[in-house]
């Protein structure tokens, strides 16, 4: 573990402790601190796992990102997900259908769906966004350092690597696409990964990065039952204003900010506060949070941000 004596994102020096706290979520042994930067307002872990040390916070059987590939033949979830990806993120677009798939537009994480453009997926967990965005007739490819579904990577085609970014010794600019979707939240390295990113990433190339936004809602009536600090796998917490920053400190010009936070925020985190673990009161309290999770979206306010972005 190492010590930190500057935040990670801006290098302010001015740090201090924030909370102390356990793992709410797997029950990973330990206490563990997080600090604040007194500049950017970057929340981060301290002191920081090294990678082999953040194989222990991650087990086998319980990480939601290890499950097999899901098709368009055996999940309803699967092509609820593809018809989204077709209204709202591909070139033609259906006023009609927009409007009335609006309320769970969430469910699709952001992308660009075009016909024949390399795109990575940086973090590719089972291979599920992959296979996706194959359906669209897409050039895809993933990295992704812990277990996936290899069977299904072959079957499908999706030119999975095991391990990390950099040794993955892509071609320079050879990528239209690059997404990172909550990935960079658990990485102790972003300046390295966004440089590494920007070398392969073509020019005029998409960036799309999704992380949890510390400047939301339900972090303020939370605070450190907020879910999405899911220590200790988040060693590093981002809001709009910080992330721009580092992005554009690696070369990267910031062109939207979609704010797609799903009930979540709100259920699990009063569920962490009143220490309740049942799936059954997790999906109500899922329902009766929806409509308020339209409205922190559409003010602005919702835990989780994708930004989109473009390479200078």
């Known amino acids: 573990m190492k010590n930190l004596k500057e935040c990670p994102i801006c290098l302010n020096k001015d740090i201090k402790l924030l909370l102390k706290q356990k793992d709410k979520n797997l029950g990973i042994p330990g206490e563990f601190s997080l600090y604040e930067c007194s500049n950017c307002r970057g929340i981060f872990l301290n002191p920081q796992p090294s990678a082999k040390e953040s194989e222990k916070f991650y087990p086998k059987r319980e990480y939601y990102s290890l499950d097999k590939i899901k098709t368009n033949d055996n999940s309803m979830k699967t092509r609820i997900k593809l018809k989204l990806f077709r209204i709202y993120f591909s070139e033609g677009k259906n006023i009609i259908d927009n409007i009335f798939f609006s309320p769970i537009k969430f469910i699709a994480r952001g992308t660009l769906v075009k016909k024949g453009i ?20 897409m050039d895809v490819y993933g990295i992704e350092p812990g277990k996936f579904d290899e069977e299904g990577d072959k079957k499908y085609n999706l030119n999975i690597k095991k391990g990390d970014l950099k040794s993955a010794k892509y071609k320079k600019e050879y990528f239209d696409l690059i997404t990172i979707n909550h990935v960079l939240e658990h990485l102790i390295n972003p300046n390295e990964t966004l440089l590494e990113i920007k070398k392969i990433l073509k020019k005029n190339g998409t960036l799309i990065i999704g992380v949890p936004n510390t400047n939301s809602l339900a972090k303020i009536i939370y605070g450190k039952n907020w879910y999405q600090f899911d220590i200790p796998r988040h060693v590093i917490n981002y809001s709009e204003k910080n992330l721009s920053f580092i992005l554009n400190k690696n070369g990267f010009k910031v062109k939207n900010i979609r704010y797609n936070s799903r009930p979540s925020q709100f259920s699990v985190s009063l569920m962490y506060l009143l220490n309740i673990k049942s799936r059954t009161m997790e999906k109500l309290f899922n329902i009766i949070f929806l409509p308020l999770t339209w409205i922190v979206n559409s003010l602005k306010t919702g835990d989780q941000i994708e930004v989109l972005c473009e390479k200078k």
Do not use: A, T, V
């Open 118 to 137: 390399k795109l990575l997926d940086i973090g590719s967990g089972s291979g599920q966004f992959l296979y996706e965005m194959k359906q669209f007739g």
